[in-house]
Nanobody, 126 residues
Framework: VQLQASGGGLVQAGDSLRLSCAAS????????MGWFRQAPGKEREFVAA????????YYSDFAKGRFTISRDNAKTTMYLQMNSLKPEDTAVYYC????????????????????WGQGTLVTVSS
């Protein structure tokens, strides 16, 4: 079982990035997924979550209106489109997965997730 996050990089404030999280070794369409991030010296925090059907999404306050979470179950991949990036968005972004029996469930806390990817670094310069 593996989650592989990618798409990070160095961008300027106001730019956009799309992160991807490719899953393997699991029945992706039965896992709720989420993005978290961890800035230097800070705790890992919730960014966004999506149910396994893709029909329900949930965002942290700082992500609302700027970030969009989505998934393609056929490609076993989740995405995070990030627009209007700010220097305070600089962090390592992690994807996570949790098996659930409900197509509508999503989760917003770290300890609710079972599987974690390795993270991808996003650096936003001012």
């Amino acid at each position: 079982v593996q989650l592989q996050a990618s798409g990070g990089g160095l961008v300027q404030a106001g730019d956009s990035l799309r992160l991807s999280c490719a899953a393997s070794g699991l029945t992706f369409s039965r896992y709720a997924m989420g993005w978290f991030r961890q800035a230097p010296g800070k705790e890992r925090e919730f960014v966004a979550a999506i149910s396994w059907s893709g029909g329900n999404t949930y965002y942290s306050d700082f992500a609302k209106g700027r970030f969009t979470i989505s998934r393609d179950n056929a490609k076993t991949t989740m995405y995070l489109q990030m627009n209007s990036l700010k220097p305070e968005d600089t962090a390592v972004y992690y994807c996570a997965a949790r098996r659930t029996s409900s197509s509508s469930n999503y989760y917003s806390t770290r300890n609710q997730y079972e599987i974690w990817g390795q993270g991808t670094l996003v650096t936003v310069s001012s």
